[in-house]
């Protein structure tokens, strides 16, 4: 059973952790069953708002009864038996936001059938692990598919990293993350030391290195390429290797290149510039669109760019992206109208406000 108490109360509390700036609301996997939206988490009403139009989008409450209100109550078995009611009476579809920051989100729906065609191929592909302990969030169509659906296939458990010790998960765990998170799971290791888990990363592409640093700590590693839009298309074990598609996924010779499911017949316009090597593996070449990648989100250094100028202390502002080690850095050179300490900090309180911390150059020069 896919849709219980647990795994409502997850996406519910991951998020409410996305407007918290904390992960999962900063709870661990047990959480109290008289937990208070707002005197425990401390979410004030405009903040339960906020939650209340994700999970009306994502759950499509809108289209059940009227029974299912959230904010007639801010107990969180309130809004879980409300969300679990309301799948009970329509289950067809997930409703996902995409991950750009300066690009305006948009709300893509999913039929349930196709995560599930999905989930149930991904858990053929994979040796059925005895714990799934996940770094992601479930809201989002990556963390739903392999945090929530593939669970709920197996009939294994799943914990959150804060729960495990990360030094010995175990041969049969599987732990999702991101770059961003194997990042920070690889330099906080003791120096040689060895993993006996396995580990899938996606939404962002992973750093070469840090792929070939992992498998060397005894990680097997899947990488999974795919969007909001399209879900997951194409995996690969190694850095070396190109991404093979989905069996049920057919790529078009159109440019820009489109998808195509043999088991629903829907089709996506792909994010990406790809290079077709057979028909059943590409490679990635980058974003159409200009978007960059920083831990896991669309950054779109155009639009950084022209806010930064619209800043009436600013002449001139240059903002790109460069890989290092693999890793994609936001580099920015800003000129001044005119340059003082003050006028400096004035201008980088200006940014700060702006931005999220993903589109804020990591190497920012304010002269």
């Not at 974003?287 to 002449?315: E, F, K, S």
Request: net charge neutral.
């Amino acid at each position: 059973m896919i849709w219980t108490t647990a795994t409502i109360q997850r996406i519910i509390l991951d998020t409410a952790g996305g407007i918290l700036q904390t992960p999962h609301a900063g709870l661990g996997s047990a959480v109290p069953a008289d937990l208070d939206l707002h005197h425990d988490l401390g979410l004030n009403s405009l903040q339960r708002m906020t939650l209340a139009a994700s999970l009306n989008e994502f759950f499509g409450l809108f289209g059940t009864t009227d029974d299912n209100y959230l904010l007639a109550h801010t107990s969180l078995a309130h809004w879980t038996a409300c969300i679990l009611r309301a799948r009970q009476q329509d289950d067809t579809s997930l409703t996902f936001r995409t991950s750009g920051t300066s690009g305006a989100a948009r709300a893509i729906q999913h039929p349930m059938a196709s995560l599930l065609g999905e989930a149930h191929y991904l858990a053929k592909l994979l040796p059925r692990p005895a714990l799934i302990v996940s770094t992601v969030p479930a809201q989002h169509v990556y963390g739903l598919i392999w945090t929530v659906l593939l669970p709920a296939i197996w009939a294994c458990p799943l914990r959150l990293l804060a729960d495990v010790s990360p030094y010995d998960p175990g041969a049969d765990t599987l732990i999702i993350g991101t770059p961003f998170t194997w990042e920070y799971m690889e330099r906080s290791l003791r120096p040689g030391s060895v993993l006996t888990c396995r580990g899938v990363s996606s939404t962002a592409p992973l750093p070469p290195g840090l792929f070939t640093r992992l498998i060397d700590r005894g990680i097997p590693l899947t990488e999974v390429y795919g969007s909001s839009e399209t879900g997951g298309l194409a995996y690969r074990h190694h850095p070396d290797q190109p991404f093979t598609l989905f069996p049920y996924l057919s790529l078009s010779a159109e440019n820009p290149a489109q998808i195509t499911r043999s088991d629903t017949g829907a089709t996506y316009l792909l994010p990406d510039r790809l290079e077709q090597l057979s028909p059943r593996q590409i490679r990635v070449l980058g974003r159409l669109d200009g978007a960059v990648q920083i831990a896991g989100v669309n950054v779109y250094p155009a639009h950084i760019r022209q806010t930064i100028l619209d800043c009436p202390l600013v002449l001139t502002c240059d903002i790109y992206a460069k890989a290092d080690a693999g890793v994609a850095q936001l580099y920015g050179a800003v000129q001044l109208r005119t340059h003082t300490e003050a006028n400096r900090a004035a201008c980088l309180h200006w940014i700060r406000a702006r931005f999220s911390a993903p589109e804020i150059p990591k190497h920012l020069y304010i002269y």
